[in-house]
Nanobody, 127 residues
Framework: QVQLVESGGGLVQAGGSLRLSCAAS????????MGWFRQAPGKEREFVAT????????YYADSVKGRFTISRDIPKNMVYLQMNSLKPEDTAVYYC????????????????????WGQGTQVTVSS
């Protein structure tokens, strides 16, 4: 089992920044991927960003490319999402997730690829 705990959400004005953190504990493997997804009210969960744990390769949704940065801290088993130039449309609950079946360079973008999920953290961007 893998446990994931997100933190760092909050209320911010448009154009502002937030940094989300996700702490992973429990059984982990040397090769996996960690991703961020988000879900706004009345909408489906959508992919935001992912990072391959072993090689560090990343992939972003077009809607956040150039504004968001995903990174990892291997010794701490943490993944981060730095969000800059936030827009009201970024308002959602943000979830981190782990895909333990990922191999080298895998950067899965669909929710069904991920086996473990955190509880989510709310991000609200006011206009």
């Amino acid at each position: 089992q893998v446990q994931l705990v997100e933190s760092g959400g909050g209320l911010v004005q448009a154009g502002g920044s937030l940094r989300l953190s996700c702490a992973a504990s429990g059984r982990t493997f040397s090769k996996y991927a960690m991703g961020w997804f988000r879900q706004a009210p009345g909408k489906e969960r959508e992919f935001v960003a992912t990072i391959n744990w072993s090689c560090g390769s990343t992939y972003y949704a077009d809607s956040v490319k150039g504004r968001f940065t995903i990174s990892r801290d291997i010794p701490k088993n943490m993944v981060y999402l730095q969000m800059n130039s936030l827009k009201p449309e970024d308002t959602a609950v943000y979830y981190c997730a782990v895909d333990q079946k990922a191999t080298d360079y895998d950067t899965p973008t669909y929710p069904d690829a991920y086996q473990y999920w955190g509880q989510g953290t709310q991000v609200t961007v006011s206009s």
